[in-house]
């Protein structure tokens, strides 16, 4: 996520920005009374409901009952009672199944308004009330015996990155539930080519991860009016623990929207494909508005000097998960997903606003679930937070969180250039100046006898204890895709150069150490009209056109053979950094903009001997020197076949223009 879209989200709480946290009894926040056990607030039985909210500062908490998820007044007001641990407690002993329920605290003679609490799992349209439903009801036939689809290491992920609406919308996917959370469960639907799309195409690439944008109940759309076809992100938090209404084939029915999700995970997991969720624990969309702050005023956000809320999130605020029950909070928002949906992994927006301990507390949680649920993030804020820079999960400290990957903006902006500049290329453009940093993500981030790291672009020190903890990738939503990049930083680029940097940077990607990261519809050459900041931009911009996967034969192949070949060959996945260092080994060059590598000794396990991999952004071929032998060629021009595409003899071989070269012995 970035700056404009998170000034135009934060333009909701631009009024609030500078209120001033409710002050009360405690003298600091750090000695607010924690909850101990779990955080529910809502546990149903047909003969009672209990009802739990942790308010330490209240004076005074109501529960209000409705027979609707919005419209008309609380039938019932029930006075919660103080309790221990700050909670404060009430009994309904009635059938309260199909209700919706808020809570409004007081504080000094104030009420705060509704909200359905912090942590709701259920709620009506466009989440302002929490609904009373049977979780056990929501569960698709088979969901029991739902299990997650192999994953031997992370290195063995290849994760595609994907908006429910931009996949399906267009007329051209043949797909039934366009925009949906279903139009992932769909098999069999075609391109008007007869090629396939949805869930088959992404069986056919050979995807191991399905990277969600946030499904999560958010502000931004409005559910009763999906007519009206108002498109965003999801990067503005309204209920963590509830599936978008939005995405259902029904908004007002609370149960509908979780089982269509757990139905969507249930379908990916049959397809062998696992699913990462994009969660945004970072800031809420609005903040005196906020479930947080109408429960405990001030606990769940940072403050700056004045009291006033801080901002490293540029949207109004950033949470403070550094607090006791902020963590606990995240902590088991995390365990939700994984346990009642399944999930298998998350991506952190900016997550460099959370601290260390929290991240590992989380990667803690999720490991004693399943070690093989894969964690990931953005290891920046998009302002300097209200900690010290050396306790927050940010880049440079990923070394510090096993099991932690964080993106590699090192690799991604030597192949296509800087992201504060649209214009200006970089490797792909044949500039130079970006080989060490191509190398850098090469490894891994990790470090490496050959990296020259005073040379690489914004880490002057490797940051990856293992090269697992670099996620490789050259585009992703919040940014123009790789096509439009290509346009945009290449004056006069050719449809046949377009296709042919597409295809080198995505070699240099899947190649990698790291683990690789693509976005949805590159691999057809999707393109966003050059927008570089999509968020709200309609269907006509955002959508997958999927006549592209005819139209570009060659460059799914290619993407699809990429993938295959690392999947084959475990050279290219070796998910040690110990194994990096002993068996890939840059060979040297003679000018700029030309990368080179060998992977030796049957790298990893691998049934090739030695694997040379060449990365040309030239407009001429290259001259290479490499280790006497005989080689057989399986990257060539834009093509890829393990079997071969010919045979190379000597001490030299000759690298294509804007093209890659890989052989074996």
Same mark, same amino acid.
């Given at each position: ?5 998170? %000034? ?73 009672? #103080? ?33 359905? +609490? ?21 569960? !698709? ?41 279903? *139009? ?34 958010? *502000? ?89 809320? *801080? ?90 969180? !096993?099991?932690?990957?964080?993106? #590699? ?45 005073? #040379? ?73 009209? +050059? ?39 475990? %050279? ?23 990368? *080179? ?19 040309? #952004?030239?407009?001429? !071929? ?44």
């Amino acid at each position: 996520m970035k700056l404009n879209e998170l %000034a135009l989200i934060g333009v909701a709480t631009a009024t609030v920005v500078s209120c001033a946290p409710a002050k009360n009894e405690y003298a600091s926040y750090e000695l607010y009374p924690v909850r101990s056990g779990s955080l529910t607030e809502m546990e149903y039985t047909p003969e009672v409901t209990n009802f739990t909210l942790w308010a330490p500062t209240a004076d005074e908490v109501r529960l209000m009952l409705f027979d609707a998820g919005d419209g008309g007044h609380a039938y019932e007001t029930v006075s919660m009672v #103080s309790d221990k641990e700050g909670t404060w407690t009430a009994k309904v002993e009635k059938d309260l199944i199909g209700k919706f329920y808020t809570f409004n605290v007081k504080i000094k003679d104030k009420w705060l308004g509704d909200t359905p +609490g912090i942590n709701a799992k259920a709620v009506g349209v466009n989440g302002k009330r929490a609904a009373i439903i049977d979780m056990r009801a929501t569960d !698709p036939e088979g969901w029991a015996q739902d299990k997650r689809p192999a994953l031997a290491s992370p290195a063995d992920a290849v994760i595609y990155e994907m908006h429910h609406r931009d996949f399906s919308i267009d007329p051209s996917s043949g797909i039934q539930h366009k925009g949906k959370f279903l *139009a992932l469960t769909e098999e069999g639907t075609l391109s008007p080519e007869k090629l396939a799309t949805g869930i088959d195409h992404l069986k056919e690439l050979g995807v191991t991860h399905v990277h969600i944008l946030p499904s999560y109940d958010y *502000a931004s759309v409005d559910e009763t009016k999906l007519d009206e076809n108002k498109y965003n992100w999801g990067y503005d938090p309204q209920n963590y623990n509830v599936p978008d209404g939005s995405y259902s084939t029904d908004p007002y029915n609370p149960s509908i929207r979780i089982k269509e999700f757990k139905q969507m995970v249930q379908a990916l997991h049959k397809a062998g494909i696992r699913v990462v969720l994009d969660v945004v624990y970072n800031h809420t969309f609005n903040t005196a508005e906020s479930n947080f702050e109408r429960t405990v005023p001030g606990y769940f956000y940072r403050q700056m000097p004045d009291d006033s809320f *801080a901002d490293g999130s540029a949207c109004g605020n950033e949470t403070a998960s550094n607090r006791p029950m902020m963590r606990k909070y995240m902590v088991e928002s995390v365990l939700h997903w994984l346990n009642e949906y399944h999930l298998d992994g998350f991506r952190f927006d900016l997550m460099g606003i959370h601290d260390i301990t929290t991240m590992n507390e989380i990667r803690k949680a999720a490991t004693a679930v399943d070690p093989s649920i894969i964690i990931y993030g953005e290891g920046w804020a998009a302002k300097a937070p209200q900690m010290p820079e050396d306790s927050l999960a940010m880049k440079m400290n990923t070394y510090r969180m !096993p099991g932690i990957a964080a993106f #590699s903006d090192e690799m991604r902006d030597a192949l296509r250039g800087p992201f504060n500049d649209n214009h200006k290329g970089a490797f792909l453009a044949g500039l130079p100046g970006g080989e060490e940093s191509i190398k850098f993500g090469i490894v891994g981030a990790i470090k490496h006898p050959q990296v020259d790291n005073d #040379s690489v672009n914004y880490s002057k020190a490797s940051w990856a204890e293992q090269p697992t903890q670099m996620i490789s990738y050259v585009s992703c939503h919040d940014d123009m895709c790789l096509v439009d990049r290509l346009n945009a930083s290449i004056p006069g680029i050719t449809p046949q150069e377009l296709a042919k940097l597409d295809k080198l940077a995505q070699t240099a990607v899947f190649t990698s150490q790291g683990i690789p990261f693509i976005y949805a519809g590159e691999e057809v050459m999707r393109d966003k009209k +050059g927008v570089h900041n999509s968020y709200q931009s309609p269907d006509s911009i955002n959508a997958i056109d999927w006549k592209r996967k005819a139209e570009y034969a060659d460059v799914f192949a290619y993407y699809k053979g990429l993938i295959q070949l690392r999947k084959n060959h475990p %050279a290219f996945r070796m998910g040690d950094a110990e194994l990096v260092r002993k068996h890939l080994e840059f060979l040297p060059v003679e000018g700029n903009n030309l990368v *080179a590598y060998r992977l030796k000794e049957n790298a990893n396990g691998d049934a090739w001997e030695d694997i040379i991999v060449a990365l040309n #952004s030239r407009k001429e !071929p290259a001259k290479l020197v490499v280790p006497e032998g005989k080689y057989t060629v399986v990257c060539k021009d834009g093509f890829i076949n393990e079997n071969g595409l010919g045979t190379l003899y000597g001490s030299e071989v000759l690298v294509p223009a804007q093209s890659a070269l890989i052989i074996y012995k």
